[in-house]
């Protein structure tokens, strides 16, 4: 009889073109063979074309729903995506710090969404103040893109010198693993920064960069593969370069959906399944 999955619990808002957000969350726990819980943080308007509206949920009904999931399913990992407001931050920081006992909940990976890739504004800023202060110190491991790094930093992040520079000061305020990633530099570069006992120990992934539209939702999928890789009991190493590889492919399996920028698919490993059945039938 196989064993039971990894429960994946994401913390997210709503997207309803489902290219990120707790609904693409969904596709890619299911796309590692994990299993997925989720607390929607915020609903939004929006579809490949941009993000037209956001409404923050009552962080009582967040603060809720979190405590039901974690009382009754064991949880191997937890994704946050999208907070929408300063008081679900905190409300989910109240959270996290309720579990760091005997129930702590490990894996926990944090993705600081603070602006859409359309431009809109998804987190303001007494929110991402509480953010630095409040959650990046109760997470094992934060995955901000270089704009997300520039913002959390105060500092100009545009090349891997300057990702090291972010790094160190990402550390110094409580970070003790990160991957900024540079999917939109001319060479896709991510740097993994962790903390040993032996010191901060840095490992850099390149890949040429794909020339597609099919890009929404890459950051969501990225952070949230990584949390299934760890909940599968892989180091943060490994975990990131198969996150990498999976988006990357996701990418390049993507299909023009929309008027605007086109969701990856996330579940591209199901048409690879498909053809090799095809294949194994004579068909």
Do not use: W
Request: proline residues 4%; contains cysteine; glycine residues 8%.
């Amino acid at each position: 009889m196989p064993g039971k999955p990894p429960v994946i619990l994401t913390i997210a808002g709503f997207d309803p073109s489902s290219g990120a957000g707790v609904t693409a969350d969904v596709k890619t726990i299911a796309a590692h063979s994990c299993y997925c819980v989720a607390c929607i943080t915020a609903m939004t308007v929006q579809s490949t074309a941009g993000v037209r509206r956001v409404e923050a949920l009552d962080p009582v009904l967040v603060t809720d729903t979190l405590e039901e999931l974690a009382a009754d399913i064991p949880i191997a990992a937890v994704h946050i995506g999208m907070l929408g407001s300063a008081k679900i931050v905190k409300a989910v920081a109240e959270f996290l710090n309720r579990r760091s006992g005997k129930a702590k909940l490990s894996n926990v990976v944090l993705d600081p969404i603070v602006k859409s890739s359309s431009g809109a504004e998804l987190l303001d800023t007494p929110g991402i103040k509480l953010l630095i202060e409040k959650l990046i110190p109760l997470a094992n491991a934060i995955t901000p893109n270089v704009d997300e790094a520039a913002v959390l930093t105060g500092l100009k992040v545009t090349d891997l010198d300057e990702m090291r520079t972010a790094a160190a000061k990402l550390h110094e305020m409580g970070s003790v693993a990160m991957v900024i990633t540079g999917g939109h530099l001319e060479k896709a570069t991510d740097l993994l920064s962790f903390s040993t006992k032996r010191g901060i120990e840095q490992e850099v992934f390149k890949a040429e960069r794909q020339r597609s539209n099919s890009t929404h939702g890459t950051g969501c999928a990225f952070a949230t593969a990584i949390a299934c890789h760890l909940a599968l009991d892989r180091g943060l190493a490994e975990a990131t370069l198969l996150a990498k590889i999976y988006v990357m492919a996701a990418i390049a399996a993507g299909y023009p959906l929309g008027r605007g920028t086109a969701p990856i698919h996330h579940l591209y490993r199901m048409n690879e399944q498909r053809r090799t059945a095809a294949s194994a039938s004579g068909e």
